[in-house]
């Protein structure tokens, strides 16, 4: 799939907004852009629906693979057929409701679906070939203190503390 000297971009998460942009964006600076989505009963790609074309056609320079951070298996093989220079990782569950009733799910998919990527990276030597781009949330932050956010701000937020739970099982309680 990656050949010429284009350069070619993996995008975890793509059917989301910020995904939808950065497929936009990347097209137009002349990236092969590759986006992973989850399989679901619902085809849910209305962001990005003027992007998809037949994949038989020649010079498509966007390709749609259906993959989940969750399946470390489908990770290894999507980075493997694509070589991409550059992933980003905006997947992620990021509901707070959601996340409260179903924390293990949470961190599965946002915390360990992060090391997955990065595992695959390294399990395939694209370590110096790959750029690894991790989007988080303002929900991290909570209530803002000061605008704008910077990365010594204080995280406050019922779901960052909910998923620093679910990644710590022997805190014994002492999180909030």
Avoid: W
């Avoid at 993959?67 to 694509?82: L, S």
């Amino acid at each position: 799939m990656a050949g010429s000297s284009e350069k070619v971009a993996l995008i975890t998460g793509v059917t989301g907004q910020d995904g939808a942009h950065l497929a936009e964006f990347l097209l137009a600076k002349g990236y092969v852009v590759h986006g992973m989505k989850r399989r679901s009963s619902s085809f849910n790609t209305e962001r990005i629906d003027h992007l998809i074309h037949d994949p038989h056609e020649q010079g498509i320079s966007f390709h749609l693979h259906y993959g989940d951070v969750t399946d470390a298996t489908n990770i290894i093989r999507i980075v493997q057929e694509t070589k991409p220079d550059e992933i980003y990782n905006l997947a992620a569950q990021s509901h707070v409701q959601v996340s409260f009733e179903t924390p293990e799910y949470t961190a599965n998919a946002d915390g360990l679906g992060t090391l997955r990527l990065l595992e695959a990276i390294r399990i395939l030597g694209r370590e110096s070939k790959t750029r690894f781009y991790q989007a988080s949330t303002s929900e991290l932050f909570g209530k803002a203190q000061e605008i704008p956010q910077k990365e010594n701000n204080s995280i406050l937020s019922a779901l960052a503390l909910r998923g620093r739970k679910a990644l710590c099982p022997l805190d014994h309680g002492k999180l909030p």
